[in-house]
Every structure is written in structure tokens, then in C-alpha cells.
């Protein structure tokens, strides 16, 4: 997952509303979004990486979201263990108790963000962080390849159109997901003199720099909204992408809390 933004409590009808996407290699093997069961106990609606095992998002039957993405950094040491664990994780274990783990073990992770978000509130982890992990509050935020809040280009535009349609927004959450499905299909890249470094090269950060990345072999493959409403209804759009922005699948999901 490499774009997120998300919005607590900013909007009467709906608190929480998330918008990502995911970018990935197109010969990763993947399976879409749907629901399966990780661990003990309640089953998740998630995709599924099926060459590391994981996923990028997952999301519970309680409405709770769970997101990584990965820190953008030129020449990264692997960790040991595949971040596509950590989403899964935050669902299934206590905050604090997570937290001791990772702190525990900084390099298990190559460089990642990790946000749990609900309806109240969230959280936000890095291992990139120099003092991480942090409740998160009300209000809009982004979520790249860098800390929370970075102010990248793609980012920054991000957050201030998802933070307009959610206050904004009406009581039927259909019209908020096409928005927002719009929305997460920019794929306008940025100037070059507001491009950030972070080692790959200036022709690199400029195919990156846009909220929708469109490749041959490289670019968004899926993209995701997720909205809880002030009664409790939870509803998740998916839609996948192939090479050169080719839509696919599109999976729709909706239950009452």
C-alpha cells in the first residue's frame, strides 16, 4: 500500500472514511479482497500477497481498519520478516502489547508505517520514527512512503480532496465511494522542484509522484474505500487494476455492526 488517507470524526455520518492505494509489481501474485480467516477467532475481509503471505489492508467485522505501507528508501536492508504480517497483527493483538513487540525488535520489518484506525480514534506505528508509535485523534491525515503527514505532493492533494468530499458528505455512502474512487485515480505527477529525494533517482520519484501510478509492469493495483457510518454500517469498495490502468474486478461489501 503505498497512499492512504483517512478521515476520524469528520463528518456526522460518517467518523471514519478511508481512502488508499495500493501500488505493486503486476506479477506479484495476489488474490482480491474477501473474507478469510488468519488467525484464531474472527475472519477478516482482506487481499491476500500470496508470495509473502499478508496483506496491505485488512479490515475486522467491528469496522476497525489496519494499513501498512512501506518507507521508500534507497538502499533498505530486508528485514526477516514480511510486513504484510503487521496489518493482520494490529487486529489480533492488543496495542501495547504489539507495541513492545516491535519496539523489541526494530530491524525484524524492512522500513514501514502501520496505522489501526477506528470510528474513535487510531494508531499510528513507523519503525522509521524516532519516537514510534502515537494515538491519533480527530481530523484528516495522509499516509505515504514516508512518516504520517509527510507533505508530499500527491499526498498533500490527497488529503485536502478526501477531507472536502467526507465534509461533505450525505447520509447514502454510495455517492462518497464514487467520489472518492475518482478521486484516487489522479494520476497528475507532481513538478519536479517539489519532488522529494529519497534515493531512487529524479525519474523514479517523478513516475512515483502521483496519487494513481500507471506502469506496464509497476503501478496501482487496487484501490480501496472503507467508510463506517454513525450506525454502524460498514461498507468496503475494491476496485483492481491491471498494466496501464486496465480496470478489473470490482468487490462490493457492506454489513451492519
Not at 1 to 14: E, R
Not at 101 to 111: F, K, M, N, T, V
Not at 249 to 255: L, S
Amino acid at each position: 500500500m503505498c497512499l492512504i488517507a483517512f478521515a476520524i470524526g469528520q463528518s456526522s455520518h460518517f467518523p471514519l472514511v478511508v481512502a488508499a492505494n495500493r501500488d505493486e509489481f503486476f506479477r506479484r501474485p495476489t488474490a482480491a479482497m474477501d473474507w478469510w480467516q488468519p488467525f484464531s477467532g474472527q475472519p477478516v475481509l482482506a487481499g491476500r500477497d500470496l508470495a509473502s503471505g499478508g496483506t496491505w489492508l485488512a479490515i475486522s467485522s467491528d469496522g476497525q481498519v489496519t494499513a501498512v505501507t512501506n518507507v521508500r528508501e534507497g538502499s533498505a536492508e530486508a528485514g526477516s520478516h514480511s510486513r504484510g504480517e503487521l496489518p493482520l497483527d494490529a487486529l489480533n493483538l492488543d496495542t501495547n502489547v504489539l507495541q513492545a513487540r516491535l519496539d523489541a525488535a526494530p530491524a525484524r520489518y524492512s522500513g514501514f508505517n502501520l496505522v489501526s484506525l477506528s470510528a474513535a480514534g487510531g494508531w499510528y506505528y513507523s519503525n522509521r520514527d524516532a519516537h514510534p508509535g502515537r494515538h491519533i485523534h480527530r481530523g484528516v491525515y495522509g499516509l505515504s512512503n514516508h512518516l504520517l503527514q509527510t507533505p508530499w505532493p500527491k499526498l498533500l492533494r490527497l488529503r485536502t480532496a478526501v477531507g472536502h468530499c467526507v465534509e461533505t458528505a450525505r447520509k447514502d455512502a454510495n455517492p462518497l465511494h464514487s467520489q472518492l474512487l475518482t478521486l484516487l485515480q489522479d494520476n497528475t505527477p507532481a513538478p519536479d522542484h517539489t519532488l522529494p529525494d529519497t534515493g531512487v533517482g529524479v525519474e523514479t520519484e517523478r513516475f512515483l509522484s502521483s496519487p494513481f501510478i500507471v506502469g506496464d509492469h509497476y503501478g496501482t493495483r487496487a484501490t480501496t474505500i472503507v467508510t463506517v457510518s454513525a450506525m454502524g454500517l460498514i461498507q468496503v469498495t475494491e476496485q483492481s487494476w491491471g498494466p496501464n490502468a486496465e480496470a478489473l474486478e470490482k468487490r462490493q461489501f457492506a454489513w451492519q455492526r
